[in-house]
Structures are given as structure tokens and as C-alpha cells.
């Protein structure tokens, strides 16, 4: 079984949008490829049946490949749901990821208080000019041993 959701700047993104084949052994013990070229009817089924088609053997996904694991983000606090919408509208094409934590327990005019992040990954030379490369090259440094009777 394989998860469903991703999250990407695309609401429509999921984890079988970015699915290319899976071999998949169905109750008749047949072990099929699965694409959505090949098979497209199994293809879904399975992918957004979670596993009640057969078993998925294994799994090839189409990725962007990164650079880094660390991201570049931009954060906006927002008073209201509105104002939320309104900025994911406006900008949200020009970040590959985002994701909203929206407050809906509040009632009245903050209804929809929300964080919204937004951001790529860092390329390398990105890295390369902030305070975080410059930590991990201090860390590479023998460790600094302080205890009882240490100066």
C-alpha cells in the first residue's frame, strides 16, 4: 500500500500523480506492471484503492531531483482566510511547495488566521553564502570536550 497525499505547490498533486509503474500481485497470483499506459483502469484502482487490488510489489515514482535537503522559505503570517486565498493566488506560482496552517477554531473577522510557507530547495551555492554553511563547517572541527576541571 502506498500513501496517497503529497504535499506539493499543485492541490491536485498526489502520490499517484507522480507514480510512473507498480508491479502489483493480484488475487489471481498474476504479477502485472502496472502504468498508466499499460493498464490505465488498474493503474488507478490501485493507486487510489490502497491496496485492495493486489499487492504492490514495488513502486517507480518521476521526482525532481535536488541539489540540497534544505529549503529556501518564505513565511506570511495572515489575519484571515481572505487575505490567505488572495496570497496563494497572487504568488503561489512562483514556489515549486507550499502549505498553509490555517486556524479555524477562531470565529468572527480572524476566522482563517493563517501561517503560510512557501519555498524551493536550496540550490548548493545557496548554501554555500549562509550562517548554516558556515556552522556545518564548524561542526566537521574535533569536538570540544568540557567537563569537571576544564578550562
Known amino acids: ?12 498533486t498526489s502520490t499517484s500523480s507522480l507514480l510512473v509503474s507498480e508491479p502489483t500481485n493480484l488475487a489471481t497470483g498474476e504479477t502485472v506492471r502496472v502504468t498508466p499506459e499499460t493498464h490505465p483502469d488498474l493503474f488507478w484502482a490501485t493507486a487510489g484503492g490502497l491496496g485492495l487490488t493486489g499487492v504492490t510489489l514495488d ?17 506570511d503570517r495572515t ?19 507550499s502549505v498553509a496552517w490555517i486556524d479555524l477554531m477562531k470565529t ?36 570540544v570536550l568540557c567537563g569537571a576541571g576544564s578550562p
Open 1 to 12: 500500500m502506498l500513501a496517497n497525499k503529497v504535499v506539493t505547490r499543485r492541490p491536485s
Open 59 to 75: 513502486a517507480t515514482f518521476d521526482l525532481s531531483p535536488i541539489e540540497t535537503s534544505r529549503l529556501l522559505v518564505d513565511t
Open 79 to 97: 489575519p484571515d482566510l481572505d487575505t490567505t486565498l488572495a496570497l496563494m493566488d497572487e504568488g503561489d506560482d512562483r514556489y515549486p511547495y
Open 108 to 143: 468572527g473577522p480572524g476566522m482563517g488566521r493563517s501561517i503560510l510557507g512557501r519555498g524551493s530547495f536550496a540550490p548548493r551555492d545557496d548554501l554555500r553564502k549562509t550562517t548554516y554553511a558556515r556552522r556545518l563547517s564548524q561542526r566537521s572541527a574535533a569536538p
